[in-house]
């Protein structure tokens, strides 16, 4: 790769500008829906991992039936601290743990049902995964997250009101014995064959009434309420309708929230992209695991995601206003395969490579157009998500001083105020002519561009259309290395 010199001068040009300034306060007064402070924080996460590793793990099953024997559950090598490690050396900041899926097999000692590790080897009995996972978490600085299923193929009274019970004593016990949890994740997988108490048959639920959502979800706020809860619905966080790790070239962290439900079947098609006229916050999440399956399965050792397919899955999930949740399936020693612990620290590294030198950070700043104030252009290159450029209808002009060479554009909304960008435009002067680099519609919390490798001495940034006045908070240009 072309070295290329420090940028040495940077102006920002506004061009068209008008010749008032809109008040802050003004553009405080919005109707758009806005993210509350638990979701903020969220937001920032941006990737983090998530560990499949329960009683399918040793029955090298997807979905268990619910009638496996808590026997088979028995990890040599349990070590979380691994799990966590590897993790925090890759950039995550927290991790999300099965701790019961759809089988219904308990990773912790739950009072509440003898289906747990509680009646298995390991440990004598006498461990609980999740308990090993909060201290490795603290010991690293990870925020911790638990998915629990709603749909259980074990227990007897699934399908009837008892079982609304008993999910919500086990809640009460995730929520309460393993200190702070930052994400609640509810799968919308609901009802099917199963072995219900030793009764092989069929359960099928009202998806949009049986869990009685909203008083759930006030359990979940009373015992945790700094988490978002996540679902098809949010109310939180949403899924992105696929298992593939991708958002969309228009995603929106807006949703008609009540229009949906857990397990609908047009979600995907009609809701997973969020909607410009969406009723509630309700940002995405992208989820797919680093090998074809969740849990650990042999055969898929020579199977796990190039470096190359990661960082697909990077660009096209951060860099598209969404989270990234990236699965490991544990094995049975109770360890992240040595594969996938190389696909990750190649990918972090490559993570490391494309955004380590922001080139519009180099130099000497200088405004050449009336700034204004605390919400002027400059503020584009600070560095400080609490602050951001009001605009007006103008055009940010980025001049380089020098030609240089980049092949990535990031920009950042103020999302505390809303998403409210609805399409932008991005061009590179070459030769004292402007050229089109993109032209693509939302920002949200961030967008990052790829493009081949493009030498100019400015950039410029237009946003062409937009639902209220527009915010922009960050923007950075990098050098990334495009060769596979």
């Known amino acids: 790769m072309k070295y290329i010199a420090p940028v040495q001068i940077i102006s920002l040009l506004l061009l068209f500008g008008l010749a008032s300034c809109q008040e802050p306060s003004r553009v405080a007064e919005t109707s758009l829906p806005l993210p509350s402070h638990r979701q903020l924080d969220w937001q920032e996460m941006e990737f983090y991992g998530f560990v499949h590793f329960s009683i399918n793990t040793f029955t090298d099953m997807e979905w268990g039936l619910g009638d496996e024997s808590p026997e088979k559950f028995n990890p040599t090598e349990l070590d979380t601290r691994q799990w966590v490690k590897e993790m925090k050396d890759a950039g995550m900041k927290g991790v999300i743990l099965t701790s019961k899926h759809h089988d219904g097999f308990c990773l912790w000692p739950s009072q509440y049902t003898e289906h747990s590790v509680k009646n298995s080897p390991w440990n004598d009995g006498q461990g609980d995964v999740i308990a090993e996972l909060a201290e490795a978490c603290e010991e690293f600085g990870l925020k911790l997250g638990l998915y629990y299923s709603p749909w259980d193929r074990n227990h007897p009274d699934y399908g009837k009101p008892e079982y609304i019970t008993y999910m919500r004593n086990q809640l009460q016990e995730l929520l309460t014995n393993y200190g702070d949890i930052f994400e609640v994740w509810f799968d919308g997988a609901n009802g099917g064959t199963g072995y219900y108490g030793g009764a092989n048959e069929e359960r099928r639920v009202d998806k949009r009434s049986y869990y009685d959502w909203e008083n759930t979800y006030a359990l979940v706020r009373e015992l945790q309420p700094n988490a978002v809860i996540f679902g098809d619905a949010g109310p939180d966080v949403r899924w992105v309708g696929n298992e593939k790790g991708y958002a969309y070239p228009t995603t929106w962290s807006y949703l008609m929230r009540d229009s949906v439900y857990a397990g609908m079947p047009e979600y995907a098609e009609l809701y997973a992209s969020g909607q410009e006229d969406g009723t509630h916050w309700v940002p995405a999440e992208a989820d797919v695991s680093i090998r074809p399956g969740w849990y650990y399965h042999p055969e898929e050792d020579d199977k796990v995601k190039?470096?190359?397919?990661?960082?697909?899955?990077?660009?096209?999930?951060?860099?598209?206003?969404?989270?990234?949740?990236?699965?490991?399936?544990?094995?049975?020693?109770?360890?992240?395969?040595?594969?996938?612990?190389?696909?990750?620290?190649?990918?972090?590294?490559?993570?490391?490579?494309?955004?380590?030198?922001?080139?519009?950070?180099?130099?000497?700043?200088?405004?050449?157009?009336?700034?204004?104030?605390?919400?002027?252009?400059?503020?584009?290159?600070?560095?400080?998500?609490?602050?951001?450029?009001?605009?007006?209808?103008?055009?940010?002009?980025?001049?380089?001083?020098?030609?240089?060479t980049f092949n990535r554009f990031w920009v950042q909304e103020h999302i505390p105020l809303g998403q409210r960008v609805k399409s932008f435009?991005?061009?590179?002067?070459?030769?004292?002519?402007?050229?089109?680099?993109a032209s693509e519609t939302t920002i949200g919390y961030k967008r990052i561009l790829r493009f081949d490798d493009t030498q100019a001495t400015a950039i410029r940034f237009r946003v062409d259309d937009y639902l209220e006045t527009p915010l922009i908070s960050q923007m950075k240009v990098f050098l990334a290395d495009n060769s596979r």
């Open 306 to 404: 190039t470096s190359e397919e990661l960082m697909d899955i990077y660009y096209n999930s951060v860099g598209r206003n969404s989270a990234l949740l990236l699965n490991f399936p544990v094995d049975t020693r109770g360890l992240i395969h040595e594969n996938d612990v190389q696909a990750l620290q190649e990918m972090a590294a490559r993570i490391m490579r494309d955004f380590s030198v922001d080139l519009l950070q180099d130099g000497q700043v200088k405004i050449l157009s009336p700034s204004k104030g605390q919400h002027g252009p400059e503020n584009v290159l600070n560095n400080d998500m609490a602050t951001y450029w009001i605009v007006n209808e103008e055009v940010l002009e980025v001049d380089f001083g020098q030609e240089i």
């Open 425 to 437: 435009t991005l061009e590179a002067k070459q030769n004292g002519q402007w050229q089109p680099i």
